[in-house]
Each structure stands twice: as structure tokens, then as C-alpha cells.
């Protein structure tokens, strides 16, 4: 029972402070997507993001022989980098296009038959 009692403690002593440190770690993440929230928010404010309509629409080829088209880009001016990035984000909306094409089905006929 001795052995076992003190196992269940160390355990348990384990568990709060894993617990702990996840509650640390999302406190930290909390700060900082308050910090970058509060830094865009900024940046919007004076007018220092702009969403130039040049390259929409384009298609990009990578290294690797894949493909993306250009669905938005944000460019923050009145700033200067000795690097530039690219940043691509892709994803895929699968419960969106369920929904969306029967309805758009729908409005495109009701504006048909009006």
C-alpha cells in the first residue's frame, strides 16, 4: 500500500503540473495573439495595411511543381524589409461548398424566374 500510495501522489503532483504548464503555455499564447491583435489593430488605424488588387487572381508556381491561385494580398506600406516573405496559406472549406453551391443553385434560379 505504501509504494502504491506514493505513486498515485507522484502521479497525481505529475498531473497538476503538466496542467499547469499548459495553462502557463496558454496564457502565453492568449498574450500573444492579444499582442499581434493589438499591433494590426495599429497598423489598420493609421492606414499602414492596404490590400492592393494587382495580383489577384494570378496564379503562383512553386519548386515543387505545385500551384496556388492569389486570393488576397496585404502589403504594409511605409515600411522597408531587407527580406521579404512570402506567406501562402491554403486550406479547403468542404462543409462551405456543401452548403453554398446548393444554395447558389437556388438564388441563380430564383433570380431566373424573376
Given at each position: 500500500m505504501g509504494?502504491?500510495?506514493?505513486?498515485r501522489r507522484g502521479?497525481?503532483?505529475?498531473g497538476k503540473a503538466t496542467h499547469g504548464a499548459a495553462e502557463?503555455?496558454?496564457?502565453?499564447?492568449?498574450?500573444?495573439f492579444a499582442a499581434s491583435?493589438?499591433?494590426?489593430?495599429?497598423?489598420?488605424?493609421?492606414?499602414?495595411?492596404?490590400?492592393?488588387?494587382?495580383?489577384?487572381?494570378?496564379?503562383?508556381?512553386?519548386?515543387?511543381g505545385t500551384?496556388?491561385?492569389?486570393y488576397r494580398e496585404t502589403v504594409r506600406v511605409r515600411a522597408t524589409t531587407r527580406d521579404p516573405a512570402l506567406?501562402?496559406?491554403?486550406?479547403?472549406?468542404?462543409l462551405i461548398g456543401a452548403v453554398a453551391e446548393p444554395a447558389d443553385r437556388w438564388w441563380r434560379?430564383?433570380?431566373?424566374i424573376a
Open positions: 509504494g502504491d500510495g506514493g505513486t502521479a497525481a503532483a505529475l502557463h503555455g496558454k496564457a502565453q499564447h492568449a498574450a500573444a491583435a493589438w499591433r494590426t489593430g495599429r497598423l489598420l488605424a493609421r492606414g499602414d495595411l492596404r490590400t492592393p488588387p494587382e495580383h489577384v487572381g494570378h496564379w503562383l508556381t512553386f519548386a515543387d500551384r496556388s491561385q492569389v506567406l501562402v496559406v491554403a486550406f479547403e472549406l468542404p434560379l430564383r433570380k431566373a
